[in-house]
């Protein structure tokens, strides 16, 4: 599943082609994504591109009056291509530019979306909600302190709950575990400001190491340019249960915590 770095590395894969451009003609294939996409998108028709920006892990293309929101789902991918390419399979809409460029989707799945929205975007109900970006000076160990006060989840939970902190998806919550030494199972309300200090650094350097690799390809994913992102050779407990802890040897362990799988040492990580 795409997540924050894939998202980001799209962004900056596609904005360079984007940028000043006039949508000319929005061609939907296939109209029942995640949410059916609806005629508002044709608003687009006419209008030159101002911007593109991130939102948690939904891509914002501002417009003069508005703009597109587009999200991956759980196996969608944006590629530039040629207007004139023929459409692969699960190709189900084209963003098409003043230049005979497109911005094309393909999702296998379909738990994608394109939404038109009205200005100011981060009104918008799917956004208004979320927590700080992890990469934003907002997000820090006194932020996630204060925040955690009285909470009695495992902090696992906590750190991927899109209310606290956007982006912070289950391969990354396991790996900025790790880095700090706090077990995922560690009741969140009762972790120190200090060692909230070592995670807030953890999860914005994990975050940041998979975006300068291209995002971390695990199934579905390929960048814009159509290679697959390569951090996942670089994971340092996820997905390892029984192999070596790199720390201290001690085999990793896999538990699930909030339906989703962790990983973790147990001598390491307290
Ligand atoms: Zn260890």
Redesign the pocket.
């Known amino acids: 599943m795409p997540e924050l770095p894939e998202v980001e590395t799209t962004l900056r894969g596609i904005a360079p082609s984007l940028q000043g451009r006039t949508i000319r003609e929005l061609r939907v294939r296939n109209a029942s994504l995640r949410w059916p996409v609806t005629d508002e998108v044709q608003r687009a028709c006419g209008q030159v591109v101002q911007g593109l920006r991130r939102r948690a892990k939904y891509l914002l293309i501002e417009l003069q009056t508005g703009g597109l929101m587009i999200h991956l789902g759980m196996s969608g991918s944006l590629r530039i291509c040629d207007a004139d390419d023929a459409p692969r399979k699960h190709d189900h809409f084209d963003v098409v530019l003043d230049n005979g460029a497109c911005l094309r989707f393909n999702d296998p799945r379909r738990f994608g979306l394109l939404m038109w929205w009205e200005a100011p975007a981060d009104e918008h109900p799917l956004l208004r909600d979320l927590g700080p970006e992890p990469l934003m000076n907002e997000f820090s160990g006194g932020y996630l302190w204060q925040k955690s006060r009285g909470r009695r989840g495992a902090v696992k939970n906590f750190i991927m709950d899109g209310k606290v902190v956007v982006g912070v998806g289950n391969i990354y919550a396991s790996e900025a575990l790790y880095m700090s030494g706090i077990h995922p199972s560690r009741q969140a309300g009762r972790i120190s400001a200090r060692r909230y200090d070592a995670l807030a650094a953890t999860v914005r350097d994990v975050l940041e190491r998979a975006i300068r690799h291209g995002g971390t390809t695990l199934r579905d994913f390929t960048n814009s340019d159509g290679n697959p992102g390569y951090f996942a050779q670089e994971l340092l407990v996820y997905d390892r249960q029984g192999l070596p802890?790199?720390?201290?040897?001690?085999p990793i362990r896999k538990k699930v915590i909030g339906q989703r799988s962790s990983y973790y040492?147990?001598?390491?990580?307290r």
Do not use: Y
Request: aromatic share 10%.
């Open positions: 802890c790199f720390q201290c040897q001690a040492c147990v001598r390491c990580q």
